[in-house]
C-alpha cells in the first residue's frame, strides 16, 4: 500500500505560480510513476501531467504545456508539479496519483484506472 499526501495548493493570482508537492509513504521501496489530475467544480476530473518511474519521460496535456512542470525526487519520495503561468481555468482540486510504469501510451497516461494510489487533494484557487 501507498499513502499519497498532496500539498501547496492555495490562493494564486492570475499570472502567479504555485508548487504543489506529493509525498508517498508506505510501499515506496516500489517506484511508480506519478501523475496529477484535477478536478474543476461541476467538471469531470481530468489529466494533467505523469512522470515516469525515473524522472526521464514527462507527459502533459495540452493545456498546461510550456506552463507546469512535473518532477520527482525519489530519494525523498515525492513529486511536484510546478504551476507558472496560473490562468482562471488552472483553478481546481490537483490530485496526485501513483501507478506502475508503462509503455508509451498517452491514451493510459491518461486512464484513471491505470493508477493505484490516489492523495486527498489540494485546493488551488485562482483570483485574477
Known amino acids: 500500500q501507498v499513502q499519497l499526501v498532496e500539498s501547496g495548493g492555495g490562493l494564486v493570482q492570475v499570472g502567479g505560480s504555485l508548487r504543489l508537492s506529493c509525498a508517498a509513504s508506505?510501499?515506496?521501496?516500489?517506484?511508480?510513476?506519478m501523475g496529477w489530475f484535477r478536478q474543476a467544480p461541476g467538471k469531470e476530473r481530468e489529466f494533467v501531467a505523469r512522470?515516469?518511474?525515473?524522472?526521464?519521460?514527462?507527459y502533459y496535456t495540452d493545456s498546461v504545456k510550456g506552463r507546469f512542470t512535473i518532477s520527482r525526487d525519489n530519494a525523498k519520495n515525492t513529486a511536484f508539479l510546478q504551476m507558472n503561468s496560473v490562468k482562471p481555468e488552472d483553478a481546481a482540486v490537483y490530485y496526485c496519483?501513483?501507478?506502475?510504469?508503462?509503455?508509451?501510451?498517452?491514451?493510459?497516461?491518461?486512464?484513471?484506472?491505470?493508477?493505484?494510489?490516489w492523495g486527498q487533494g489540494t485546493q488551488v484557487t485562482v483570483s485574477s
Open positions: 508506505g510501499r515506496t521501496d516500489i517506484t511508480y510513476a
Open positions: 512522470i515516469n518511474s525515473n524522472g526521464g519521460r514527462r
Open positions: 496519483a501513483a501507478g506502475p510504469s508503462l509503455g508509451y501510451s498517452i491514451s493510459a497516461y491518461k486512464d484513471e484506472g491505470r493508477y493505484d494510489y
